[in-house]
């Protein structure tokens, strides 16, 4: 059984800082991409930071470019999202996220790429 399971999200001021994790059992980790995807109210769910575990390709979206890191702990199947200088705008639930590799050197950022997904943690950045 795949399961994802997220911890970290919290209340946070803006310009603060917030580490989310991602706990990853039921796979072979060094297999699959991962990827950090939220959706805000109203909006659609969107990729965030995503990597592609059998290389360790990393791809963020633009708005948390500089920002946002994603890495992975192969030894303890943990993915974790180090998010920096959170503006209010961060504000989403966000969900980590599973798919067997598509290829070397591709990161997956689309929600319909990945097949697995956990139940998400909220993530509030205050003004």
């Known amino acids: 059984e795949v399961q994802l399971v997220e911890s970290g999200g919290g209340l946070v001021q803006a310009g603060g800082s917030l580490r989310l994790s991602c706990a990853a059992s039921?796979?072979?980790?060094?297999?699959?991409?991962i990827g950090w995807f939220r959706q805000a109210p109203g909006k659609e769910r969107e990729g965030v930071s995503c990597?592609?575990?059998?290389?360790?390709?990393?791809y963020h979206r633009a708005a948390v470019k500089g920002r946002f890191t994603i890495s992975s702990d192969r030894t303890k199947n943990t993915v974790t999202l180090q998010m920096n200088n959170l503006t209010p705008e961060d504000t989403a639930v966000y969900y980590c996220?599973?798919?067997?590799?598509?290829?070397?050197?591709?990161?997956?950022?689309?929600?319909?790429?990945?097949?697995?997904w956990g139940q998400g943690t909220q993530v509030t950045v205050s003004s």
């Open positions: 996220a599973a798919t067997p590799n598509y290829a070397m050197g591709y990161v997956p950022m689309v929600k319909s790429e990945y097949d697995y």
């Open positions: 039921g796979f072979t980790f060094d297999d699959y991409a």
């Open positions: 990597i592609n575990n059998s290389d360790g390709t990393t």
